[in-house]
Nanobody, 124 residues
Framework: QVQLVESGGGLVQTGGSANLSCAASGPTFSNYAMGWFRQVSGKEREWVAAIGWNAESTYYADSVKGRFSISRDNAKNTAWLQMNSLTPEDTAIYYC?????????????????WGQGTQVTVSS
């Protein structure tokens, strides 16, 4: 079983950056594909980015492509989401998730484990 804890959220100005971290517990972090999602109150959880177990494959939603970067370090049991050129539309609670699979899915229902989320607010 994997436990995930996100950190790094906060208040950011438009055009600014934030780097979210997802710390995982358990010895099998390297077996899991990781995903980042975000959710605005009253809306469905939206897939943002994903990375394969060995970090060789990364995937991005069109809305963040070229601005966000997902990475991981299996030795540190940590995944990151570097977010640049932020806009108010990026304001949301950001969640990391883990799935025991080779190719990371893009649907939230396919992920096995979730963190508690971290709020990112981008001011205009």
């Amino acid at each position: 079983q994997v436990q995930l804890v996100e950190s790094g959220g906060g208040l950011v100005q438009t055009g600014g950056s934030a780097n979210l971290s997802c710390a995982a517990s358990g010895p099998t972090f390297s077996n899991y594909a990781m995903g980042w999602f975000r959710q605005v109150s009253g809306k469905e959880r939206e897939w943002v980015a994903a990375i394969g177990w060995n970090a060789e494959s990364t995937y991005y939603a069109d809305s963040v492509k070229g601005r966000f970067s997902i990475s991981r370090d299996n030795a540190k049991n940590t995944a990151w989401l570097q977010m640049n050129s932020l806009t108010p539309e990026d304001t949301a609670i950001y969640y990391c998730a883990a799935d025991l699979t080779i190719t990371p899915p893009r649907k939230s229902v396919q992920y096995d484990y979730w963190g508690q989320g971290t709020q990112v607010t981008v001011s205009s």
